[in-house]
């Protein structure tokens, strides 16, 4: 799986607490071998953002994306459930 970043995910990975950004390196990892494995959760958002999909990186924190072709995908937005506003 190819990844892009857009600039609105690079301003908001850097805000990050430290802790956050490893476990979405992690995450990153095993998104890359498989974007629906389990541990991820991810999901299909729905209303205004139904072309976007998410998957998990903690309770609290997620990360937005879509996919652009099979396999390259756009991270968008990295963040609490304020990403989805």
């Given at each position: 799986m190819e990844i892009e970043y857009s600039p609105r995910f690079q301003?908001?990975?850097?805000?990050?607490?430290?802790?956050?950004?490893?476990?979405?390196?992690?995450?990153?990892?095993?998104?890359?071998?498989?974007?629906?494995?389990?541990?991820?959760?991810?999901h299909k958002l729905h209303g205004d953002m139904k072309e976007y999909w998410a998957f998990s990186i903690s309770f609290g924190y997620r990360i937005g994306f879509t996919f652009l072709s099979g396999k390259l995908v756009r991270f968008h937005d990295i963040?609490?459930?304020?990403?989805?506003k």
């Amino acid at each position: 799986m190819e990844i892009e970043y857009s600039p609105r995910f690079q301003r908001a990975f850097k805000k990050l607490p430290r802790a956050v950004k490893e476990k979405a390196l992690v995450c990153e990892k095993i998104f890359r071998k498989n974007p629906f494995d389990p541990k991820l959760k991810t999901h299909k958002l729905h209303g205004d953002m139904k072309e976007y999909w998410a998957f998990s990186i903690s309770f609290g924190y997620r990360i937005g994306f879509t996919f652009l072709s099979g396999k390259l995908v756009r991270f968008h937005d990295i963040g609490t459930h304020d990403i989805y506003k």
